[in-house]
């Protein structure tokens, strides 16, 4: 029980109130056509992807990504991310799942949320689906040590918050 509250938490703090990016790199995404922008701190070293950026905190406590893929139906996203975890070499707990519905700048968002393993030991899986438009959807993603979820809360908060709609 303490568990669910406390991921409850975690995920209603991530999405509050906005909170300040600065020190930020702004990365407007996809390359092509961009629709949406995300700001990740300078401090976690952040870097385009093929298809978005990533980041880790400079203690390398929590790794951060945010891709923007194309829309077939969210079903098929979670299972894009979930495999993306796996690629990754992190082992989630298909039972601990909670999942949520939230709106962030305007998006409609589905979040979804695990315990894992991966190498370094007990982690925290976060997946938030934001819908962009009819055809795109933002994949923002997180691992890291219990601890360190809670360490970097306020600059994990900071990250979702920033993610803003150019063009609207």
Known sequence: MRNIIATTAVLGFLFANP??????KPFELPDTKPIVT???????SPEEIEKGA????????????FEVQNL??????????????????????????????AKI??????DLGWDG?????????????????ETKVGMLSY????AGETKYAAQLKAIANSIQPLGR
């Not at 990533?54 to 990504?65: E, F, K, R, W």
């Not at 393993?117 to 962009?132: A, C, H, N, Q, Y």
């Not at 691992?143 to 219990?146: D, N, T, V």
């Open 72 to 101: 077939k139906n969210l079903e098929n996203a979670i299972v894009e991310g979930v495999k993306f975890f796996a690629e990754s070499g992190v082992k989630i707990d298909p039972k601990s799942q909670k999942k949520s519905e």
């Open 19 to 24: 909170a300040s990016t600065a020190s930020a």
């Open 143 to 146: 691992w890291g040590s219990p």
């Open 38 to 44: 995300i700001d990740l701190p300078n401090a976690w």
């Open 117 to 133: 393993v991966d190498k370094d030991g007990p982690t925290k899986v976060s997946l938030s689906i934001i819908v962009l438009s």
């Open 54 to 65: 990533q980041a880790t905190s400079p203690d390398t406590s929590i790794y951060v990504a």
């Open 105 to 110: 700048n305007g998006f409609d968002v589905v």
